[in-house]
């Protein structure tokens, strides 16, 4: 592979396109056959609107290609030619140029494709095509309240206008994120990046974009520390990147573009022209999803009612989803009487809407339905159906009425979720009931303990399509003491972060846990073995990552701690490990004689146990 995408990234990080594609055009002419750098070089071309030197490029490669060694280009080559030759607005995707990257497959959020569903905003989206065509513009940041219309904009947005992107359109979901080092975890999954962890992360990412034209679609970042900051170093760095940001609140970072969206537009009250009020977006919604719950529903005879609930909610997209749905149950003027009673105004208040239209559909539930979405509430992150049964108790009869009345969405994941502003508001009338959080944890537990004992690289994608419901159930199990849920969970933990290269963010999980517990380092005698186990495993898991991270000091200070612990705990499989760990940490700093009998004691201890595949690895470090 040639240097083509390094120095594009190099030279992108200070803003200089031309300059790279100068450069880029030396490398070529030094070794035309560099596939990676005629990508690069393509990729700069386009993003400098030189569509015709870009294909010319293209074709001399393929010449050479053909000649020198009778082969076809690269698929990635292949697809920026389609991209070039396709017409404007044509759908062919968004190939992927400098690096050869295909399309994500986001690892959390909504599918980046067109939304069947999507109705209205059509002011909006032209706005939105037309600030992201131009040069200035790199940071767009869609701008609301909760329940706005936010997430389907930009991703009806991305499906439009992945194809002028040719180094790809990614969508990052923001959702339970809390600081921008998940965030750039996030987005380097949705790049397909291989990271190291010994280099800064939004460096990484910084290079793994380079000069590509690439439009990043963040969804939901409000809440994530930090991101502000680490996404306008990444714009100064990737001089071909732009993004589309979602958010209640503007970033506030120099160059960034705003598109406020407000409540859909309402006809004026005492409007009775039904081809006049179907021209607003806000009644074609609410039509639309009244007749998919009741086909049967008249809006010409029902127009005025309609007219007044859509007032009642002040157009807010989100509370019509909900309100709609009654219709096949009352008519419109009785729920606009049911909102209107609810004892709120709602003009100007953005969740308001939603908060009296959710009320409507939390009096209409039965006695078993309320319990049944308070807990469904209660977890932490959409749930497959195994965890609504155990954890949540509610059977599949009720996630389908729930799911029929618009309280819970069914994923095509298999996975069942309600949306965070009726999660608050089902929470808000009754809170989080402990024994739901309690056995949340268990069911992880048990789960993350099946998964460290089993082999196969689907148990980490299982694991980081759950990380919510792992973080949540790990604060609780350390929040109550929880020593047997802590050991079942740590070491399927530790081999999930050591094998992602993720090891600053498992040892700050790690951490938490050896903070937790360190109270219960004395009691591993005649005290609380639970809390003293937990600790153990925690102190084993976080030596490894420490040493894996190059923090040998660390390593050394944690595995000596938690083989002292193994020790009084005759652990022996906490011992061999903490061993093997203090040898290692040792070893590389250069203190070898102190290394050697951890090893040779790891042995021993081995060979006593019939551990084969750990007297190998002993033996091999004693070599």
């Not at 009778?70 to 697809?79: N, T």
């Amino acid at each position: 592979a040639g240097p083509g995408p390094d120095l594009a990234a190099e030279v992108g990080r200070a803003g200089e396109l031309a300059s790279a594609a100068a450069r880029c055009e030396r490398l070529v002419a030094a070794d035309p056959l560099d596939d990676e750098a005629v990508g690069a070089l393509v990729a700069l071309r386009s993003v400098l609107g030189q569509r015709g030197a870009a294909l010319r490029v293209l074709d001399e490669h393929e010449r050479r290609l053909a000649d020198s060694l009778g082969l076809e280009p690269s698929a990635a080559l292949r697809r920026a030619r389609q991209c070039l030759l396709a017409p404007s607005g044509t759908d062919v995707g968004a190939p992927a140029a400098a690096q050869g990257a295909a399309q994500a497959r986001p690892s959390a959020g909504p599918t980046p494709t067109a939304d069947d569903a999507f109705v209205g905003r059509r002011v909006e989206v032209l706005q939105l095509r037309d600030l992201l065509a131009r040069p200035a513009c790199r940071l767009l940041t869609i701008t609301g309240p909760g329940g706005i219309g936010k997430t389907r904009l930009a991703r009806r947005a991305v499906a439009e206008l992945a194809p002028r992107f040719m180094g790809g359109a990614y969508w990052i979901s923001g959702a339970g994120l809390n600081d921008a080092a998940q965030l750039g975890q996030r987005l380097a999954a949705a790049l397909e990046l291989a990271l190291r962890g010994e280099l800064a992360l939004w460096l990484q990412i910084a290079h793994g974009i380079g000069a590509r034209s690439v439009l990043a679609v963040l969804d939901n970042v409000e809440q994530v520390e930090g991101a502000a900051a680490a996404l306008h170093d990444l714009l100064v760095a990737c001089p071909g990147l732009k993004l589309l940001v979602t958010s209640r609140e503007r970033l506030g970072i120099d160059g960034e573009w705003l598109l406020p969206l407000q409540g859909l537009p309402l006809p004026d009250i005492d409007e009775q022209e039904t081809d006049v009020l179907r021209s607003f977006d806000a009644v074609r919604l609410f039509e639309l999803r009244a007749r998919m719950h009741a086909p049967a529903f008249d809006f010409e005879a029902q127009a005025a009612g309609v007219v007044r609930l859509l007032h009642a909610v002040q157009g807010l997209p989100l509370a019509i989803e909900i309100a709609a749905p009654w219709a096949r149950l009352l008519p419109a003027a009785q729920i606009a009487d049911e909102i209107e009673r609810s004892g709120e105004l709602l003009a100007g208040r953005g969740a308001g809407g939603l908060d009296d239209s959710f009320d409507i559909s939390w009096r209409r539930l039965s006695d078993d339905e309320r319990a049944a979405l308070v807990r469904l509430a209660a977890l932490p992150d959409a749930c497959d159906l195994e965890m609504a049964r155990q954890v949540a108790e509610v059977a599949l009869p009720v996630l389908a009425a729930l799911a029929d009345k618009s309280l819970l969405q069914a994923q095509d994941s298999g996975r069942f979720g309600l949306h965070p502003l009726i999660r608050q508001c089902a929470l808000a009338r009754a809170g989080v009931p402990d024994i739901v959080r309690q056995r949340h944890a268990e069911h992880v537990a048990r789960w993350l303990e099946r998964l460290g004992e089993s082999a196969g690289s689907t148990r980490w994608r299982d694991i980081e399509r759950s990380m919510v419901h792992l973080r949540s159930a790990w604060a609780w199990a350390l929040a109550q003491r929880q020593g047997e849920l802590v050991s079942r969970s740590a070491r399927a933990l530790m081999l999930y972060f050591e094998g992602q290269g993720l090891w600053a963010e498992g040892m700050i999980l790690l951490a938490g846990g050896v903070d937790a517990f360190g109270a219960f380092e004395a009691c591993a005698r005649d005290g609380d073995l639970a809390g003293a186990a937990a600790l153990c495993h925690c102190l084993r898991a976080l030596a490894t990552l420490q040493y894996r991270a190059g923090e040998l000091e660390g390593a050394e200070s944690s595995a000596r701690r938690g083989l002292r612990l193994a020790q009084r705990l005759r652990d022996g499989r906490a011992v061999k490990a903490n061993l093997n760990t203090l040898g290692l940490s040792l070893w590389l700093r250069g203190r070898f004689r102190e290394a050697q009998p951890c090893f040779a004691q790891a042995l021993r201890r081995a060979e006593r146990d019939n551990d084969t595949p750990g007297a190998a690895v002993f033996i091999g470090n004693l070599a």
